[in-house]
């Protein structure tokens, strides 16, 4: 068959683009090759509805092997006592829970999306809050940090029935002990969505939810460096809350119901060479080398903090525990949105972010998101995190020097070229 070499040189395109640039989106990451390997695999071929060993199609027999190993390694990497792998995405994720836990016009309480949470956690565009109705919680103005208080105020006004967790751009940790006991007082569930930090949380470097939440999801790409996807897990199983029986009579089991949830609640056939590759990365994420990698990640955040303090940038809370950094711009005078625009002119690849209490649309912003996953992955360290930040601040000094742009870009271009992607 004649190769479509459209597509296939649009793809080149894409991988000089990911190659020469630096990559500061704090949700992306750079697989391994035999994470990629799997992923464009002859199991993109393969029909698997049901779970290993109950499914509804023949010759399952391997694809059963793989997804149970995924399932394993998951349950290992986050000491999880059940996990779901088949969710092709962190909102596929977040639906399959809510179908499990919810009814149509459930109260839920999540983190203001403007604040730094997900459109997932009850966003008025979103199935999250168009089928459930949504309160939400923020950060403090004056510290940045998360309101507990106002959980807690809401919580108890409102009873949700279920509490959500977990950001998109916040920089510190969470206190998970004190939500299940603010949701413990309602009889509410809590929901940790750590689809960004999952990787910091797996490896110890940040607090542990699945002892205190009664549902866990992450998405697999980010500091996971997995494929694209989903994972559900929790800590321990339980008797769902709602009574819902088996065939025979017994109460389902928690375990039961997500896993009818995600199929066939919310998906048909699952992804099996994603799975197959989620399984590899969990496997990866084991490993002392992925250790050394993540606790390089959080130490390039802390130094590349340090350096925008340094040079009067205004960070959210004033810096951070993760992976990720949200910049208030509103002092350098210039926008999210060109910020991202003349950055990008730069090979370096950020987004606009809204800061809380911004007063621009989420369209213009007055903040952008960096993250350090996928510059560690190139094996960037805390004195390339200075000179990032150096080629950040001159491309915004000079925002409309089209010729000094280029400059920054051509020494982008060249510190990346040191740090290779793939091998060729
Ligand atoms: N939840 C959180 C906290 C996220 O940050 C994201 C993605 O950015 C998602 C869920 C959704 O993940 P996906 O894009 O895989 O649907």
């Known amino acids: 068959m004649k190769k479509d070499k459209l597509i296939f040189s649009l793809i080149e395109e894409e991988e000089a683009r990911q190659e020469n640039g630096l990559e500061l989106i704090a949700s992306e990451n750079f ?21 290993p060993g109950k499914r509804y199609y023949g010759g399952c027999e391997v ?6 190993i995924a399932i394993e390694r998951a349950k290992e990497l986050f000491n999880a006592a059940w996990a779901n792998v088949q969710p092709h995405s962190g909102a596929q994720a977040n639906a399959a829970v809510f179908l499990a ?11 203001d999306l403007s604040h730094g949470g997900h459109l997932t956690h009850g966003s008025p565009v979103n199935f999250s809050g168009k089928i459930y109705k949504p309160f939400f919680y923020g950060v ?3 510290t940045g940090l998360i309101n507990y208080k106002q959980l807690e105020e809401v919580a108890l006004r ?4 279920l509490i959500i967790c977990g950001a998109s751009a916040y920089s510190r940790d969470w206190d998970y002990k004190f939500i299940r006991e603010v949701a413990d007082k309602i009889g509410a569930l809590v929901l940790a969505d750590i689809s960004h930090p999952s990787g910091l949380i ?18 697999t790409h980010k500091t996971l460096r997995g494929p694209r996807g989903g994972l559900i897990m929790m800590g321990k199983d339980f008797e769902n809350p709602f009574g819902i029986k088996t065939p025979k009579g017994e109460i389902k089991m928690m375990s039961a119901l997500l896993d009818g949830a995600v199929f066939p609640g919310t998906q048909g056939g699952p992804l099996e060479h994603i799975i197959a590759a989620k399984a590899i990365a969990f496997g990866e994420a084991l490993s002392d080398k992925y250790m050394d990698y993540i606790v390089q990640v959080k130490k390039n955040a802390q ?7 340094a040079r009067d940038y205004k960070l959210i809370s004033g810096g951070t525990d993760n992976h990720l950094m949200l910049i208030d711009l509103s002092n350098k005078n210039i926008t999210g949105k ?23 649309s989420p369209f213009v912003t007055s903040g952008i998101r960096v993250g350090t996953a996928a510059i560690t992955t190139r094996g960037l360290k805390e004195k390339h995190m200075e000179k990032i930040v150096e080629f950040i601040d001159e491309a915004l000094i000079h925002h409309d020097d089209e010729p000094y742009l280029d400059k920054i870009r051509k020494k982008v271009n060249e510190m990346m070229a040191k740090h290779p992607l793939y091998k060729k």
């Open 202 to 219: 797996a490896r110890g470097l940040l607090a542990d939810p699945l002892p205190y939440c009664h549902v866990v999801t992450t998405t």
């Open 158 to 161: 409102e009873k949700p029935k």
């Open 140 to 142: 403090e103005e004056a």
């Open 31 to 51: 697989v391994s090759e035999q994470v990629m390997k799997a992923a464009g695999s002859v199991l993109t071929n393969k029909y698997a509805e049901g779970l």
């Open 101 to 111: 836990l919810l009814n149509p016009g459930d109260k839920i309480l999540g983190f």
């Open 338 to 360: 060109l910020a991202e625009e003349v950055l990008g002119k730069a090979e370096i690849t950020v987004n606009k972010n809204m800061v809380p209490f911004d007063k621009r």
């Open 303 to 309: 130094a590349m903090a340090a350096a925008f303090v």
């Open 63 to 68: 694809v059963d092997e793989i997804e149970n």
